[in-house]
């Protein structure tokens, strides 16, 4: 197994519960369908839906959630918050202004934190999004255990219902897979250049350079080699590249004067 491929298991070996999202009556099946697929990058499945304006099930929904329809197949459908919380142990409620309800305020990553240590012992939750025009009133955000607010521009506080999933799912993968990437850039299959090679490099170049009178006036030579040196030492050279930079300054040195095409009498013809 390669490493990426180790790394990419990984990654998927989450134990943590998902938390559900619910969707307080959203009008437009494209945000619905938006939304299903900020949940799929992130690896949430169970997504809740209070009256949806446009009913259910919804084709625009679905071709917006570009192939998330593991999630829009499952989606369940609730006349109310209140049933479509019922089975959540946990309930945080998204909303972008100050309330009257006097509830703790978390940041999405705070919240994440408790989401995914609950959801590690089995716990249900839930983050409640209100609708489009005016998010949640206070007797929804009521049901909730906890606000989750999201630290933006006070002066343009509103965001899209997708925007504001997807930025509590990457917080709840975040925290749920300790930050584990996808994949990376293995130094085992780019390994860095051998200190012979970068030298002949540099031996190449300065020769290059000298022939066409780079280095002026003379005696700053020494300095201007150590500047491009250092220069590429910062580089981290891989082996690969080492070869790309050599190949680049020996067709410099052989480039020839692409000849002018002439221009045929056609050539004036309209």
């Given at each position: ?157 509103s965001l899209n219902i997708a925007q504001a999933v997807l930025v509590c799912a990457y917080e709840w993968r975040k925290t749920a897979g300790s930050g584990a990437l996808p ?67 020996a067709s410099l040195e052989k480039r020839e004067t692409r000849p002018r095409k002439e221009r045929s009498s056609s050539d004036d013809e309209t």
């Amino acid at each position: 197994m390669s490493k990426n491929a180790k790394i990419r298991d990984e990654a998927r070996a989450i134990t943590a519960k998902p938390p559900a999202v619910i969707l307080c009556e959203p009008q437009l099946g494209e945000n619905i369908g938006t939304a299903a697929r900020a949940m799929a990058n992130f690896g949430l499945v169970d997504l809740r839906i209070v009256n949806p304006r446009d009913g259910w099930p919804s084709e625009k929904a679905r071709a917006a959630a570009s192939r998330a329809d593991h999630v829009i197949d499952h989606v369940q459908v609730f006349d109310s918050v209140e049933a479509a919380i019922a089975d959540l142990q946990f309930v945080y409620a998204t909303t972008a202004r100050s309330r009257e309800v006097p509830k703790p305020v978390r940041g999405p990553d705070e919240a994440a934190h408790k989401a995914v240590e609950l959801g590690e012992k089995g716990g249900a939750t839930g983050y409640l999004f209100g609708r489009e025009r005016w998010g949640l009133n206070n007797e929804e955000v009521a049901l909730a255990d906890e606000i989750v607010t999201l630290p933006v521009d006070p002066d343009f506080a509103s965001l899209n219902i997708a925007q504001a999933v997807l930025v509590c799912a990457y917080e709840w993968r975040k925290t749920a897979g300790s930050g584990a990437l996808p994949f990376i850039l293995s130094k085992d299959e780019h390994p860095p250049a051998k200190k012979d090679d970068v030298l002949r490099l540099f031996e190449h170049l300065e020769s290059s350079l000298d022939n066409v009178n780079f280095f002026r006036p003379p005696e700053r030579r020494p300095h201007m080699v150590r500047t491009l040196r250092n220069i590429f030492q910062k580089a981290e050279l891989s082996a690969q590249e080492v070869r790309t930079l050599r190949g680049v300054i020996a067709s410099l040195e052989k480039r020839e004067t692409r000849p002018r095409k002439e221009r045929s009498s056609s050539d004036d013809e309209t």
